[in-house]
């Protein structure tokens, strides 16, 4: 079982806004379990917080901004993609201006502060949002596309495409989040020469220099309007020949700037707020098609509020039904525990399933057969028994009994062919003996009861 990270201590960074041309100063902090990311705005009376997450994005314009109750803070993308990529689950990032600083133009500083202070394991478990099937966003305007599919990681596929001379088409893999740091933190935001004088009289791009993004240069422009755009951006006047990157470094590497879009990408998907198990595929992505993407994924982890555990039926079982005898005390008819394929620290998984033979449907009910919710209850305790027994030396000699049952919730019938997988987590570490649990049975995908127990186990005569 993996278990959530913070940073092993803080560190800060300096450098200028890339739209609001202001020095900033930003802190990383460690933060405390299920604590997710969250912001603060140091310089505004009272340092007001903002969660980093999808629904609080209100603008999408040449970078991820963030607004709660007029408090804002944007270009974000770059150091949430950092955070994201180096597995870390909570941090508190203090900022003095209403943007992240740009730096270089990459994830590149942010990565090297992770590393250099070191990140440590917390004591909760890691809450992924697992990919069960395809979701796709499309804006068949600008021919933009997102998807995520089933994977047993998570990786990114990204391909750009511009009319441009220079910079027409370009794809970018990463496999494994561990090569984020060598093979795309790197990679620095891009802009054409044609885009700046439009950016500039939106209000924009005032920090931006030769240093902090890549200049492409793909259609030719009299020099008398080049030397007009460097005055209003205070930069040196160039004298530019030829079509191509117009920097004071070259290229990290020869498909940069797709590397970066992969870092956008991060950077926006890390607002769901979960570490994700699936494949991205971005077509043509921009902040504003990533961050739709990232907004029905929080629409569905708030409808589905606890995932259904994976259930592959080939997947050997770490307890077959002979161990589960061993175990508990529970024989036919009311062992209702086929076999257990996941166990933690704090959780257990198991699997009953339901057929048309079980005896309760003789009389519940002949015309309808439905399993009794008292049932359903008794297979989630019989599983938390089992984790709780996975806890002590000799399980065979002790058995566990009820104390309480609250926060009940039937929410669909449960059927003959249906399988039951049954989740119980422990909501506090077991003392004397005693032990409460939260217990979920789904039903596919679908949550179909859940219940809260306190149990007791007690060493047998």
Known sequence: MQKQKTLAASFS????????GL?????????????????KRVDLEGQPTIDAVAENVTCTQRGTVLCKNDVQVGTIEHAMAALYAHEIDNCLIEVNAPEFPILDGSSRFFSEGILKVGTVEQNAPKDFYIVKHKVEVKDEESGSSIMILPDDKFCVNVLISFDSPVLS?????????????????????FVFVREVETLLKNNLIKGGDLDNAIVIYDQMIPQESLDKLADMMNLPHKNLQELGYVNNE??????????????????????IGKPIRGRII??????????QLARVIRKDIK????QAPMYNPEQTPIMDVNRIRELLPHRYPFQLVDKIIEIGGNYIVGVKNITTDEPFFQGHFPEEPVMPGVLQIEAMAQT??????????????YSTYFMTINNVKFRQKVVPGDTLILRLELLAPIRRGISTMQGYVFVGDKLVSEAQFMAQIIKNK
């Open 384 to 397: 938390g028994g089992l984790l709780v027994l996975n806890s002590v030396d000799e399980p065979e000699r």
């Open 303 to 306: 409808i589905n509020n606890i």
């Open 250 to 271: 070259p290229l990290v590497y020869n498909n940069e700037p797709a590397r970066h879009k992969l870092i956008d990408v991060l950077g926006d998907i890390a607002l």
């Open 169 to 189: 088409n370009q794809f970018a893999t990463m496999n494994d989040l561990s090569e984020f740091p060598k093979e795309i933190a790197s990679s620095r935001t």
């Open 23 to 39: 020095d900033i100063e930003i802190t990383f902090n460690p933060a405390p379990e299920n604590h997710g990311y969250k912001i």
């Open 13 to 20: 960074l300096k450098g200028k806004g890339l739209h609001t």
């Open 282 to 291: 971005a077509t043509r992505p921009g902040h504003k098609i990533n961050n």
